[in-house]
């Protein structure tokens, strides 16, 4: 325990925020997490595969395991937490006491195959813990992890043989011709090592493992099990004898480990992986786990979990407390750590480098996170982590044949979903906050780099018309807009940094927004290259291929983050610019209007939580001078679209933006516009968060009372000032103190309406290079 | 020049050995030579390819050229010289002038697609220099080398637009889903790099490349020509526009630059490659090719092939001179350096290594080339190269998932082609002729782990059993008598280390031969695990599957060198021996006897000069006491089996072993039995040679009358002394001196045929540990 329990305003007791996360929240639906065990920001997550049916129908198996299937497959040891689309499930390991089953069986016929039955009252999971046992397979299996090594731990049912299959054909979001190559060595000090190469999300991706045992291997078999290709090699020695193989190659490879009867010992596992070489998951297994001493990696992984979580004491009813506790450890598991030992990485080039002087990380689901889980992971970790973060953004630039920053990576790879080069905005909104501790001059050429890059997203076209035409690139609207907010992020960091010319030349495409603004429609649209706008519309089409980007007209004409007074005033100024949030917001949607798009989801009328481009819409309301309605919508969606239910995420998590979202706009406030150093005030559902910041200092939201029937915001202190503006600087959050709201069950229509109370970002004057 | 002309014995005028190599021989019909440009022992092989017909006809193209083909596909980076089974052929450029033509067009159709016809009256090819007029490309090519960077030029016609095609998808030995993944990137230097990964010979090996061209490149297409295959992967950048594109991966990748007209100023074009990455490759290239001087580079190249093989000054009549001098040229082709000037490497774990204090080499066709190619580098070339090639083997072995020295390696990997575990004879010899300078204990650990290792070649039963059944390992004959004589190498090895109870150990398996010998019929015949030999039995049976590795009972039944004495003992003495050796020579093969192996070629009788288990058949008369025979037989090889054009080769060269045969043949000796430091003498085919040793002594071969009409040897004479024996010492030849032969008319019947003349090996008392 952290020693919270001293000090005048604080609580008598201590919240246990690692007792109250729930892994399993996110795990049925469309949440797309799992509920294995992982570290903070780590390279692995080893977690259950329940299911993973091919490409064509896994968006539910995103993460690999959905709370309703009731077979479980195995345990591979990479997850992505909250993705939509997906990869990875890498080395699948299965135990099973009893006969040797190779064949994974299929998820329909529970029973079959290697597969599983298995009870939810079985399970077991907090951070860095999770334990099921397997009803078929007689085995109960506990699963835990270091930062680069997967443990597991198995007990047979005694007077059985134990086994464990292998099987390195398994993958999220598989499909025929997925593996590109593979193979698996049996080296004579035991220790098992293997490769994988995919075409999968991130096309060419390499990953190494080294696999140990706590007991001897008693027989083994390596399998080869794709029929026989043609094939311009020799057969190798032992071809045919699965039994005496030390080695095997190829497409479909499968390996089964015997074990003889363990009498009820258990038996350990590490699993340790390598984006780099052989060599390096090798040299992670030793640094890592020299030992098989699974309760001590168990003990670590609580208490390391343990220090995230207690500085963060959040007192709320008891629903709110365990979905905001689950919220930051799942903002807490990504970007992860991508980097062996020995400080070599993979970049987007697919070859090896050395990290010198940072940590690297991947998994940048960068159109998601940069809204409010970058700004999220500034506040609340240490400013190292953000830096890291930078510096590994930076080295890809360096080594990306596009010359970009990572637009969606992992492993260090570009697998180019999404849009936009919204680095830019995680890199300037870190500056911008003070956070150092990587190259300036390169960061900030980078970035305009990647605002420059003729090869990607039609930049050519957009930089010479000031937007980007639907006739020669999709998405067009979409594009046009988030471009010219990342525009203004780097010109926000340029004017900081002194580099006018520059800054001057980014604030004026920062305006480019405007080019797809229809004054007709009030809509943004997309325009062809003739300049004229592209017809037919229909403001509620969306789709792939459409004008816009998982979304419509109406999800997407609130995007500009970076001048919403100029937005208002070309919607015709602030009650015309409430009414359309109100028919956005109370639309009525036919059913299934948006199956064809399936990352849109949490519907209130066309707002769709579930996807990104609604995140900061109802905090508009607030730059119209009408704060009590954002809090009557934020009261909706946190209603509506948040529960302690395994379906208790209504969209992808999408590697912490969802929770980002909620712990925000819980605390009270919210980052509308990352590089701005402003959050817009909502209204919170706690009663008192006490947010230990790595700086040392306190800074505790408190409201009271805190319950349904006080829906709205009476009043707001700031260190016991009253506080008549709809923003906070994030100096004073850094600063400490106290932000106490006093809820009240009526609108105040009078506190901080007026102009100069509501939040700005490039209209103010100061912000003008 | 040398300054060869002093010396009061030795010839007036130096014979320019550089001059009188011609590659084309070889390139048609089974020789599988290559006539385009290398270093000795070089990495790249620039060279053309006519023709790449897919897997199941490729064997006359395992080098990528058949002298007969009307057409030129390109010109590809690596080819093997001599091989069988095939692979490489990578990194296809063609250029040419007007129009693109992307596609390669049909072989059979001469001028379609970007093939050009050409006429070998354009062709110009010397060590490390090849040149051709391309007609329908309207090119004239020349092609060069340093060790690791091809060098090519292009001279276009001038007032047409130049352009040079990258065909990744062109292979040697291809088929459909031979490449597993490729890509290219055009760096923001101009440097172009890419990756090609193959599932060939040695599945799964991974080729870099770095290409660079002396004119900037004007434009640029991308390709990727799979038909749009299932797919996880969102589309990158410019994925529609192959002009925009700085990068593109695949699996079926090409690329096309166009130069503009260059008013025929000539391109040139520098490929390096790398086994290890993408900054090998361009580290390879900025060190051996800083500009883009070809002339230079050809200079260089020309030089060091001179300085390799003037040391050696053959006299002889003019064919027999050409043939002597292309197959020094041949035989100092392969091994390959296969490191990048870091000294990086790929071992056959496919990962990369480092080579502290040694050159790492591959390219290994041991079953070939531990009989006469490698005991010719240990006489000819500096010791460093063969300790170089043993140090390389050695680390082959510590990174070997199956902890066994190389079989058939190249590029680092494993490709499992043939049997036996003849690295061991190659370490062996090397070390009794005193070679040093690898690690002699870690030499003898690896001989020994690889003729134990229980995972090949069914040596559990052998060593179990002392023969290998046939009922549970095919070639069970051929690998019986080929371990045994692997193992005497190891006991020789030992013994003189003062192993000796290891040397027992193995003098003990030496025998093993005597295990699969048929009293009855005289043969080698493969037993069943029961003890009994396999019925039914017919001597002429070949092919794989067989009891006998391409051969049969007639052509395996030669195969003890280690105790040539016991064998002729177990036939029923000498007379009886040479009746079978006649029988051998002189039986009536019927056409189309061997047409299921294909490498079974050059037959007198049964007797197969195109294939390697006969090369030391001929000199086995000397052994029954009746050398005039052996110089008969080599008489009636070597009219009949060598010529001077392009067919010149009647059995694929395999990396030198055919030509090293002829070597030693010519100078009147031959290596039957390696690691015995033994020659055996036979009859010479030159007037003279004086080979000046790498240590400074020059050891000279003459005889006279050198002339069809005097066929026999009438007397020899060592240092003036007459010789009375059938065999030289390696240190004699170390010594230097003068080894001359009186030829004659008539056999000499006298001459050396008592039993003390005769060579020996294992029967010898002082080999008896």
Chains 1, 2 share one sequence.
């Not at 043989?161 to 390195?168: C, N």
């Not at 044949?401 to 990576?409: A, K, Q, R």
């Not at 900030?444 to 050519?460: C, I, V």
């Not at 419509?552 to 359309?580: C, E, H, M």
Request: hydrophobic content about 40%.
């Amino acid at each position: 325990m952290l020693g919270l329990v001293a000090g005048g305003s604080q609580a008598a007791t201590t919240v246990d925020g690692y007792a109250a996360v729930d892994p399993f929240i996110g795990t049925a639906g469309s949440g797309h997490t799992f509920p294995g065990a992982t570290l903070p920001f780590g390279m692995v997550q080893v977690s259950p595969d329940t299911d993973t049916p091919n490409f064509k129908h896994a968006y539910a198996w995103a993460a690999g395991y959905q709370y309703g299937d009731p077979t479980i497959k195995g345990f591979s040891q990479t997850h992505f937490s909250g993705a939509g689309h997906s990869d990875l499930g890498d080395v699948l390991l299965m135990p099973m006491a009893g006969p040797v089953r190779t064949e994974p069986g299929q998820a329909d016929q529970p029973g079959s195959g290697y597969r599983s039955r298995f009870s939810h009252r079985s399970e077991q999971a907090h951070p860095g813990y999770y334990a099921v046992t397997l009803d078929d397979n007689h085995v109960r299996v506990e699963l835990t992890a270091t930062r680069r090594v997967a443990v597991q731990r198995y007990t047979f049912a005694a007077g059985q043989a134990g086994h464990v299959v292998l099987d390195l054909r398994s993958s999220i979001y598989d499909y025929p011709g997925k593996t590109l190559w593979s193979w698996i060595h049996i080296r004579p000090d035991g220790v098992i090592t293997g490769f994988r190469e995919t075409r999968g999300w991130a096309p060419g991706r390499q990953l190494y493992f080294a696999l140990r045992f706590s007991h001897p291997v008693t027989g083994h078999q390596l399998l080869d099990t794709e029929p026989t290709p043609l094939y311009g090699g020799f057969a190798p020695p032992a071809a045919h004898d699965p039994s005496a193989r030390p080695a095997i190659q190829g497409r479909d490879l499968e390996a089964v480990f015997d074990f003889g009867d363990l009498q009820g010992k258990p038996l350990v596992a590490e699993v340790a992986i390598s984006d780099v070489d052989e060599a390096g998951a090798i040299a992670n297994l030793q640094a890592e786990t020299p030992d098989f001493d699974f309760d001590k990696v168990h003990q670590q992984a609580r208490q390391i979990w343990q220090q995230q979580l207690q500085p963060f004491q959040i007192q709320a009813p008891a629903a709110m407390q365990r979905s905001l506790y689950t919220a930051l450890y799942h903002a807490f598991i990504a970007p992860n750590l991508a980097m062996d030992v020995d400080g070599r990485y993979r970049g987007p080039d697919n070859q090896v480098h050395q990290a010198r002087g940072f940590n690297f990380y991947s998994t940048f689901s960068l159109w998601d996170t940069y809204r409010a889980e970058h700004p999220l992971l500034t506040l609340l970790q240490p400013p190292q982590l953000t830096a890291d973060i930078i510096h590994s953004m930076i080295a890809s630039q360096q080594s990306s044949p596009y010359g970009i920053l990572p637009v969606w990576s992992y492993a260090g790879l570009e697998n180019w979903c999404m849009i936009g080069y919204h680095a830019l905005p995680v890199i300037a909104d870190a500056y911008m906050k003070g956070i150092r501790g990587f190259p300036l001059d390169q960061a900030l050429q980078a970035m305009q780099a990647s605002a420059e890059d003729p090869a990607y997203g039609d930049l050519k076209d957009y930089m010479k018309m000031g937007y980007v035409p639907i006739d020669h690139e999709p998405e067009a609207a979409s594009k046009t807009v988030e471009y010219a907010y990342d525009d203004w992020t780097l010109a926000q960091m340029a004017t900081a940094m002194g580099r006018s010319e520059l800054a001057k030349q980014f604030i004026a495409r920062a305006g480019n927004w405007r080019n797809v603004f229809d004054p007709a429609s009030g809509f943004f649209r997309a325009k062809l290259s003739d300049g004229r706008f592209r017809t037919p519309f229909d403001p509620a089409a969306a789709g792939y291929g459409s004008d816009y980007t998982e979304g419509n007209a109406w999800q997407y004409s609130w995007y500009v983050p970076q001048d919403i007074a100029a937005l208002i005033a070309d919607q015709g100024g602030n009650t015309r610019f409430v009414q359309k949030l109100d028919q956005l917001f109370d639309a009525k949607v036919p059913p299934g209007a948006f199956a064809n798009v399936e990352d849109i989801s949490g519907l209130i009328g066309f707002y769709a939580h579930g996807n990104e481009p609604s995140h900061h819409v109802a905090y508009l309301y607030d730059y119209a001078g009408q704060p009590w309605r954002t809090q009557e919508r934020l009261s909706q969606i946190v209603d509506s679209q948040y529960g302690i239910k395994p379906d208790g995420l209504v969209g992808n998590d999408d590697l912490g933006q969802m929770s980002a979202w909620l712990l925000f706009t819980a605390f009270g406030f919210y980052p509308v516009t990352p590089a701005s150093n402003q959050y817009v005030i909502g209204r919170p559902f706690v009663e008192r968060a006490d947010l230990h910041l790595p700086n040392g200092k306190t800074f505790t939201i408190s409201a009271s009372p805190m319950d349904a029937a006080h829906p709205y915001v009476g009043q707001v202190t700031l260190n016991g000032r009253p506080l008549e503006r709809l923003w906070l600087s994030h100096q004073e959050l850094e600063a400490g103190g106290e932000l106490h709201f006093r809820m009240q069950a009526h609108p105040n229509r009078q506190w901080a309406t007026a102009p100069a109370a509501r939040p700005y970002a490039m209209s103010a004057d100061k912000y003008q290079p």
